[in-house]
């Protein structure tokens, strides 16, 4: 479709009528129950890289304890911290509300200002921000481009730009004004709801037939069930080469976790025992966690952060070799067994092949044997690229570790007995990687390899309905990568 002839007032007529019944954004939600910009300019801060349900919480702690600029401005930074976690990044978010008291008496006589220009010079304010609370605050024409809005915008081909900076100079050019202040909130609803960033739902989509699709993979649904949302769960898994690091980092672990809301988060190589991490990470609100460090302090390491509770916990494979590092921890579920592993690296010049190798059929005959009883989901870092399709470089990675032969013939065992690559099942795209070196900027090149996997039993393939990489959260070498399982 040309973009040029897209027909953007009947879209957004349609999509008006589709999302009254959607959940409202939070921040608009607060602006029409307290009409005040204080308190909008608070929750938008708070909501950047944040579910609206922790938004919302967030804000309601926050406004009981800081109604006005004074109140905020007897708030210690620790105790903003307290009050707002956990907000994805919260302890940046938390200086920026504690600097923001000092900026507004200033610099503005202690009002929130009201235009862009001088948003942007309140700490944690950007111009996204700006703009929402110039529209929802003020109800002053502005557009705001979040991620939905810039996504949304290039998939119907209305614009075709690189960033939301250029979005927004691109829809104040060409978007009648009468939509600038409500596109936000609109497209954020149809974002979270239906055109997804990932496997948008375009089979339930009430502009299909006006949308060209630019870039977009719509999800597939494995099996003639229904999908029914409310008995959907997510599972992530992520290596995080280190927990302690990880927690330290943009985006931290916790930020991380709370993104992506999972039932169940599985970490591999966290190279801590649970006494050396902080009580931040070993009591999260909401979240069972179990841990099986290795034996030797500050290597690899498995742990599981779960909401349900397992029936029970099985620890290693019941062997020493391999249960002395801390490699493979299962949780049993009334269905489905969940097991998350830290396959062996086999090494420069292969040295320890043959380790990975007895590993390699330690497990699988493991996996055969509960499948014998219910489903089971096995995720982790297993340490090979299966396919050429599943790196960068294969011709010059042949007999390398990660890429080698044995290796490689394994996980043709694997699939050969009919377990599930749950991500091949969904993409068959390239350039699709969860590992990147640290060295050469390759992350930065996406010259990585696609290491990190979810692989299901024969007879789970329907219960499988998405599966995502998450390439765009950082934080270690490696990036989560979940599916969604009913």
Not at 68 to 90: A, H, R
Not at 154 to 177: C, D, F, H, S
Request: glycine content about 4%; hydrophobic content about 40%.
């Amino acid at each position: 479709m040309n973009k040029e002839v897209f027909p953007i007032k009947s879209v957004i007529a349609t999509l008006e009528q589709e999302v009254v019944d959607y959940e409202v954004p939070v921040v608009d939600l607060i602006a029409a129950q307290t009409k005040d910009p204080f308190k909008v300019l608070l929750a938008t801060i708070l909501s950047a890289r944040t579910k609206d349900e922790v938004t919302a919480a967030a804000a309601k702690r926050l406004f009981a304890q800081a109604a006005s600029i004074e109140d905020l401005e007897q708030l210690s930074l620790q105790e903003l911290e307290k009050i707002i976690y956990p907000v994805g990044f919260f302890r940046n978010k938390a200086k920026y509300l504690a600097d923001l008291p000092a900026v507004l008496q200033e610099e503005f006589g202690g009002q929130v200002p009201d235009t862009v220009e001088e948003l942007i010079r309140l700490p944690g304010v950007g111009r996204k921000t700006a703009n929402l609370v110039v529209a929802v605050a003020f109800h002053k024409p502005a557009i705001c481009v979040d991620t939905h809005v810039h996504r949304i915008m290039n998939i119907w081909g209305y614009v075709a730009t690189k960033t939301p900076l250029q979005t927004e100079m691109a829809l104040r050019e060409k978007l009648p004004k009468e939509y600038w202040i409500t596109i936000n909130s609109l497209l954020v609803a149809f974002g979270q709801e239906i055109c997804k960033p990932r496997a948008p739902h375009c089979d339930r989509c009430v502009i299909a037939q006006d949308c060209p699709q630019i870039n977009v993979t719509p999800r597939k649904v494995p099996g003639a069930a229904p999908e029914k949302s409310s008995s959907k769960s997510r599972f992530v898994s992520w290596n995080v080469n280190g927990l302690r690091a990880a927690l330290k980092k943009e985006p931290g672990f916790l930020d991380v976790l709370h993104e992506l809301d999972a039932e169940i988060f599985a970490v591999q190589e966290i190279k801590a025992m649970p006494d050396q991490l902080p009580d931040e990470v070993k009591n999260i609100p909401g979240y069972k966690a179990y841990w099986y460090p290795a034996q030797k302090k500050g290597y690899s390491g498995t742990a599981v952060f779960t909401r349900k509770e397992p029936h029970e916990v099985i620890y290693g494979l019941g062997k020493e070799e391999f249960d002395q590092e801390g490699r493979v921890l299962t949780l049993e579920f009334d269905d489905f067994y969940f097991i998350t592993a830290y396959f062996p690296n086999s090494q420069h010049g292969l040295k320890r092949l043959q380790y990975k190798q007895d590993f390699n059929k330690e497990i699988l005959h493991y996996m055969d044997q509960l499948t014998k009883k219910k489903s089971v989901v096995l995720c982790g870092d297993f340490n090979v690229a299966h396919k050429e399709i599943d790196l960068a470089n294969p011709q010059a990675n042949i007999k390398n570790p990660g890429f080698c032969p044995e290796e490689r013939a394994w996980m043709d065992e694997v699939t050969g007995a009919g377990y599930i690559d749950t991500f091949r099942l969904f993409h068959q795209e390239p350039e699709q990687y969860t590992w990147w070196s640290y060295r050469f900027q390759a992350r930065a090149k996406n010259i990585g390899w696609r290491i990190d996997y979810f692989v299901v039993d024969p007879a789970s393939r329907d219960r499988v309905r998405s599966a995502t990489i998450h390439d765009d959260i950082l934080g270690s070498d490696h990036c989560p990568v979940s599916i969604e399982f009913v």
